[in-house]
């Protein structure tokens, strides 16, 4: 006699696939986690390799920091080989500076930074027009021997000449934080300067904020851009590298 095969019921095929979502539900968040937690710990890798081609770099010329503006193009670049929106706090001109100590462009970008094709008037990441940001997020360079290389850090006190103290121009904050031709421990001394209450930026005056030498791009007006959910990397003075919580974002 033959006995046909038993099959699963339909209330046990929906009990299994119930499951299955819900092990997806509670997997797929943490599967998330841990990929930004790898893109931030590639980011953070970057940054110190950075940080040791900066050091090495003073070693070379007088203990002293570039003293062209890290978002400027070269002179030894041609203004084809340059492609930058504005200045601002770039650093593709350092790319350049400090090609001979690292060889590596890919160390020059962050794997959740700002994206945009050379030449391109439009980021892929984030989806906005180069007119939209009030600084360029995204850098093209190529020299002599060094390909294109694409970066989207920021430097800010490698690209600020001088102090500013306009106390009646709320556009001119008093400005500690500038590092072109000085050595890493003329820059730190200046950021430890202690701000006035109500200043411009003063919670920058802070252990975690003090020192900064590079830092991911990011802009945090909308249109908000942040690499990284809620934070930073920062490259500090003396090379090392941490995340910190911004405190403008949300």
């Known amino acids: 006699m033959r006995t046909g095969a038993k099959g699963f019921t339909l209330i046990e095929l929906l009990v299994v696939i119930a499951i299955i979502a819900i092990l997806a539900a509670i997997l797929f968040p943490v599967f998330a986690m841990a990929k930004q937690s790898a893109h931030r710990a590639k980011c953070v890798g970057n940054m110190k390799q950075i940080g040791t081609a900066l050091l090495l770099y003073t070693d070379d010329y007088n203990s002293k920091y570039p003293s062209r503006a890290a978002g400027l193009r070269p002179k030894e670049v041609s203004a084809s080989n340059f492609d930058m ?84 121009d709320s556009t001119k904050y008093p400005e500690p934080e500038f590092a072109q031709g000085r050595t890493p421990a003329e820059f730190f001394t200046k950021c430890g300067r202690v701000f006035s209450p109500g200043e411009v930026y003063a919670w920058y005056n802070t252990p975690a904020w003090n020192g900064r030498i590079l830092q991911d791009a990011y802009y945090p007006i909308p249109p908000c851009f942040l690499c990284h959910k809620g934070g930073t990397n ?14 403008r974002a949300t």
């Open 85 to 168: 929106y504005s200045a601002g706090p770039g650093v593709a001109g350092l790319t350049w500076m400090l090609y001979k100590y690292t060889k590596n462009g890919a160390i020059w970008m962050c794997p959740l930074g700002a994206t945009r094709p050379r030449g391109s008037g439009f980021y892929t990441n984030p989806r906005i027009t180069v007119n939209e940001m009030p600084w360029a997020l995204v850098g093209w360079i190529r020299g002599s021997g060094m390909p294109f290389t694409c970066t989207d850090y920021l430097s800010f006190p490698l690209n600020r000449y001088a102090e500013v103290t306009d106390p009646n």
């Open 234 to 247: 920062i490259l500090y003075y003396d090379g090392r590298v941490s995340w910190v919580r911004d405190p």
